[in-house]
């Protein structure tokens, strides 16, 4: 599987932006999704996750009510939409992906994406 993230740039505090993430190869609809974000100087986190089977999602605390994960398997793609966005959530957002069960440690994902940056002004 290989994974394209776009759709990052820079925006205002408050701003919305949508990230994709397109996957290539076979059975993406059997693949859990997830993005995580890295900040300057800090350690690669958790952002939201989207599952296999029936499309649950969960996000991190920091991120829940503003961001939505969706998926279309027809496209094989992933789309971030982030709302409300703080200068907190400024980082390089990576896209990964995991056969089957869903995780929320980098370490659980097999496959990722180069990254889209995303900077948020005050």
């Known amino acids: 599987v290989q994974l394209q993230a776009s759709g990052g740039g820079l925006v205002q505090a408050g701003g919305s932006l949508r990230l994709s993430c397109a996957a290539s190869?076979?059975?993406?609809?059997?693949?859990?999704m997830g993005w995580f974000r890295q900040a300057p100087g800090k350690e690669r986190e958790f952002v939201a996750a989207?599952?296999?089977?029936?499309?649950?999602?969960s996000y991190a605390d920091s991120v829940k009510d503003r961001f939505t994960l969706s998926r279309d398997n027809a496209k094989n793609t992933v789309y971030l939409q982030m709302n409300s966005l703080k200068p907190e959530d400024t980082a390089v957002y990576y896209c990964?992906?995991?056969?089957?069960?869903?995780?929320?440690?980098?370490?659980?994902?097999?496959?990722w994406g180069q990254g889209t940056q995303v900077t948020v002004s005050s």
């Open positions: 190869g076979r059975a993406f609809s059997r693949y859990s």
């Open positions: 990964a992906a995991r056969y089957l069960t869903t995780g929320w440690r980098p370490d659980n994902y097999d496959y």
């Open positions: 989207i599952s296999w089977s029936d499309d649950g999602t």
